[in-house]
Nanobody, 115 residues
């Protein structure tokens, strides 16, 4: 069992920045990969960025060059640095951990970008 707790969401103007954090209850490198997803009202939950156990990263096309996923292994914490935010980035952002048998999810943190 893994508990994930997100923080760092909030209201920001377009062009601004936020950094999301995800604190895990156990070693984040025990997961096959970890990632950030987002879900806007009435839409499906989509992958934003992910990082594998070995540290390889990938991003959705819509956030490439603006968002950066990183981790601090000693703190069991995953981050998402979000720059040049746009109103279309508004969503609930969820932390995800992929284990061998199942996925784990945080409770989500709201990000709202005003125009």
């Amino acid at each position: 069992q893994v508990q994930l707790v997100e923080s760092g969401g909030g209201l920001v103007q377009a062009g601004g920045s936020l950094r999301l954090s995800c604190a895990a209850s156990r070693s984040i490198v025990s997961a096959n990969s970890m990632g950030w997803y987002r879900q806007a009202p009435g839409k499906q939950r989509d992958l934003v960025a992910s990082i594998t156990r070995s540290g390889d990263t990938s991003y959705a096309d819509s956030v490439k060059g603006r968002f950066t996923i990183s981790r601090q292994i000693t703190k069991n914490t995953l981050y998402l640095q979000m720059n040049s935010l746009k109103p279309e980035d508004t969503a609930v952002y969820y932390c995800n951990s992929k284990g061998d048998l199942r996925d784990y999810w945080g409770q989500g943190t709201q990000v709202t970008v005003s125009s």
